[in-house]
């Protein structure tokens, strides 16, 4: 068996990781760029906490604090102009998948010259210092060397990817995602699971990977219940964020595969949320996995029910449907869209069992238009 | 749950591996000191291997392959000094676990000035970059920052201990353990077992480890019945390389235990193979673990019995005592004398339940000389 794993980021896990290894981020550099999103990081507590930290360190730091949902190209062009000119030598990246991936962006950009409309192609030799601080869990970006962004020239997210944008650091602490709504509580949970399944179902998946991932599912699945709850305490929260991290691990290694790509789709036409948008689709998908392992003779899906602690498909549908509520409608039309655009993604040839056009168009129609 | 998770090393597995993945060798310098065992990486084929690999890349290399059972200080000393003398930039270590460990530690001593009197308590911060390639499936070395040396002044063996060691790249190739011997792929086996089990009993265990605690467990445990073959296929020594290689990648989050503190008194005394002094005491300190247990309420014990797919350690016992056949016999000035010396180590803290000195001796007892 052929594979390959790596894992350069230090975790640092706990209430309160932050500043008790404040001095990690010494190694880092002298002024760090604070990359958040508008509002949760100084909701949550975590900026205070860096600041602290930081302060303590006798470092010096610029905030950055503009990245939007879904982060675009001239954003992470944005906050790389604010490392380079409030000279940053590293980035501090607080928040959820898109601040985390924003920081990242921008801490490559701010060492390499690129023009805007080569960012997706561009060959990353090098970046800033990157340490992650997650405020949500479900995207992962925290352990891996994958930066997100909203390709409109390709109607898309696209990832930039390069080993040198896995953070140094990422510091786990569960108390940062208390007060996180109920409905992105679930989507970043439904996200991380779709990591974790999708890795198992990668053809990059090994005997390293593996145990992380039906971990991280089991986790997952353990706490279907607490996300329905207003606020899980912090076992929960925690539970959810080191499964998280697990799937990020997971994905590093392996890849996402159909799943992901098509959910691209979904959030750049319809602005669904990422997690969510995934698991719209990874039931179908599923589905399409076990008819197709019967002529195989493997079970991944089998190993994927064992994890979950369940016994089909449809048990998995039943949870999946109890946590999504009402599924949004799509035209016949957007769903060919969607499936030819998806076909486009590197994501798909991921998959150990990749769907041809007209499968993924069949999975997209029984996941999002089913009786249609 | 605070905890911290690291894994630096850059894991290639496959047939073949070190040749088709020979550029990353380029990364590493321009010279390496090979570091080998007398004779097993020129009889299984890693050493050819590594000369082709190194050929190709143009890298110049010179030999070190002095290395013995339970590496000395002097040994280890010496291939620095060759490394040094010979211009090598970098250590590619090829072997068991000793040629890894004297390997490393001669990678750090190449660029430290340390006294051979001072190599247990220097504080190592950096080392020649280093490359490991496992010929047994047992000590994990190859993703740990351990070289761990025969300490005659303390008459027991000891770790140095620093994150310069760990290697860059670890190098799987299940073939170079074709043609070990039945003792060597069962002490070895043991070993592996023995670090995912003491790193499920660390203060250091977390939900990062656990799960690949668990899998090594588990696929040691199928391959049982294979190991007393007299040559398991391939598939078997991959599924035990790469459960040795999860292992190791658990005790360089956890550290080892009591367990191990105690083992090194076998081998330095009487000479008995690392890995089967481990499975000679393993037992005895599950059944010390399991009936404080009890009282603590937790079931750790329980977790790895399940891992092993056994129902009580009755089991367990059974099991290793297939493996290990007859026992050799210990005096009770020997028993006392371990028990004594392995309380002044440092892994023994390691423990989540640690024991007290007359708990140790009794687990010695009971495991090394039963009903006396």
């Given amino acids: ?8 980021v230090k975790i640092i896990a706990g209430e309160g990781c932050l500043n008790e ?3 990690l981020l010494m190694e880092l550099g002298r002024k760090a760029l604070i990359v958040t999103g508008k509002q949760s990081a100084q909701k949550n507590g975590s900026y205070a906490d860096a600041v602290k930290a930081l302060e303590a360190n006798g470092q010096g730091f610029f905030l950055y604090d503009k990245v939007m949902s879904n982060p675009t190209v001239d954003c992470v062009f944005d906050a790389a102009e604010a490392a380079k000119r409030e000279s940053c030598d590293f ?16 801490a490559a950009l701010a060492v390499n010259a690129v023009e805007k409309d080569a960012i997706f192609r561009f060959s990353c030799a090098g970046a800033l210092p990157i340490a992650a601080v997650p405020t949500t869990a479900g995207t992962g970006s925290e352990v891996t060397q994958y930066a997100i962004l909203t390709n409109h020239a390709a109607q898309t ?4 990817a390069s080993p040198a944008l896995f953070p140094r650091f990422a510091f786990l602490d569960g108390r940062y995602m208390r007060g996180l709504s109920r409905a992105v509580t679930i989507n ?29 599912i089991k986790a ?5 219940r607490a996300l329905k709850e207003d606020e899980p305490g912090l076992p929960v929260r925690e539970k959810l964020l080191h499964a998280s ?13 159909a799943v992901h790509a098509a959910g691209y789709q979904l959030t750049y036409h319809r602005n669904i949320d990422h997690g969510r948008a995934n698991g719209l689709l990874i039931g179908a998908y599923l589905r399409f996995v076990e008819k197709k392992e019967k002529s195989l003779g493997t079970d991944r899906v ?24 009402e599924r949004e409608r799509f035209s016949a039309a957007e769903i060919e869209g969607y499936a030819e655009a998806a076909m486009r993604a590197k994501n798909i040839a991921n998959a150990a069992i990749a769907p041809q056009k007209q499968e993924l168009l069949a999975i997209l129609q029984n996941a999002l238009a089913p009786g249609a």
């Fill in 302 to 325: 089998g190993e994927i029910l064992a994890a979950l602690g369940m016994r089909n498909l449809d048990e998995f549908d039943a949870a999946l449907n109890g946590l999504l509520g």
């Fill in 21 to 23: 290894n404040r001095a």
């Fill in 91 to 106: 980035v501090l990246a607080i928040g959820g998948g898109s601040p985390l991936d924003a920081g990242k962006a921008a």
């Fill in 1 to 8: 068996m052929k594979f390959m794993y790596t894992m350069p």
């Fill in 157 to 160: 997210k696209t990832s930039v």
């Fill in 188 to 216: 970043t949970a439904i996200d991380a699971l779709s990591h974790s399944i999708e890795g198992m179902l990668s053809v990059r998946a090994s005997v390293l990977s593996d145990p992380m991932a039906k971990n991280s």
């Fill in 220 to 224: 997952i699945a353990e706490c279907f």
């Fill in 245 to 257: 991290t697990l799937a990020g691990m997971v994905i590093a290694n392996t890849g996402t595969t």
